[in-house]
């Protein structure tokens, strides 16, 4: 692949990525950006042109969803995801269509061959149950230290 590491690597730093909240696309590295702008990317289909309010509702949709973990809005989020290369705009603004594989820069295909065959938002649910549930018991094992100490 490229510098990123392999598939296991790039799934990780996305799975580490998705169980935060409020994250800020400015405030990431360009490698994570593009990264957490794969989510987003994967709300248009492969193939499949749309327009601008369709473009917009799906962005929408995925920020409630798999997307979550962005502090964004669709506006910002569409422009991210042409000026990085995931998706492409025709000359007028109007249509929008994702970027084919075999067009998108290498460390963008890394990524895209990564999550190829996931379905991206049951991994990603699949994820904060995995970190919910490790947060879960991070705290019971607290629990009896906690009463513990209240009990001395």
Partial sequence: MDDRG???DIRAELATLVCKRGV???GLTHPQRELALAVAA???PLGASAS????NLALKQALLA???FLDTDHVELRRWLVD???WQRDGFGRAYRRTAED???PALQA???ALAGLDLPAWIGERLTEHRTQGEARRAAWAPRDSEEAND
């Fill in 111 to 113: 990524i895209d061959a």
């Fill in 42 to 44: 994967h709300a248009l």
């Fill in 103 to 105: 067009e998108l820069r």
């Fill in 24 to 26: 800020g696309l400015g």
């Fill in 66 to 68: 798999e997307a979550r």
């Fill in 6 to 8: 392999n598939v296991n």
């Fill in 84 to 86: 990085i290369g995931w």
């Fill in 52 to 55: 601008e309010s369709e473009v």
